[in-house]
């Protein structure tokens, strides 16, 4: 059985920082592309950034660049999201995804976490 547990959301100022976790079990983690996405409420699922396999690249969606920071941690079968600079419009369920092989579009990706939440107060 395959688990992506997320943890670390919360509530926060603008201004402040959180650190997302996401903990994998039940696969060969270092052969999966990771991805964190994002959903608000009354919007559609939407792209945050991946990691390749060794974490070697990155991408990120253009709404997070230069806030946002995603890493790995293979030891641990973990990934990380590092967010600062947060904003209201930063306010989403966070959901952390692994896809086999290579990077691929979102509804590709095989296994999905359930979320958790991030709430950015103004």
């Known amino acids: 059985q395959v688990y992506l547990v997320e943890s670390g959301g919360g509530l926060v100022q603008a201004g402040g920082s959180l650190r997302l976790s996401c903990a994998v079990s039940?696969?060969?983690?270092?052969?999966?592309?990771m991805g964190w996405f994002r959903q608000a409420p009354g919007n559609e699922r939407e792209f945050v950034a991946r990691i390749s396999w060794r974490g070697s690249t990155t991408y990120y969606a253009d709404s997070v660049k230069g806030r946002f920071t995603i890493s790995r941690d293979n030891a641990k079968n973990t990934i990380y999201l590092q967010m600062n600079s947060l904003k209201p419009e930063d306010t989403a369920v966070y959901y952390c995804?692994?896809?086999?092989?290579?990077?691929?579009?979102?509804?590709?990706?095989?296994?999905w976490g359930q979320g958790t939440q991030v709430t950015v107060s103004s």
């Open positions: 039940g696969l060969t983690f270092s052969t999966y592309y």
């Open positions: 995804a692994a896809v086999w092989g290579t990077t691929k579009p979102p509804d590709q990706y095989n296994y």
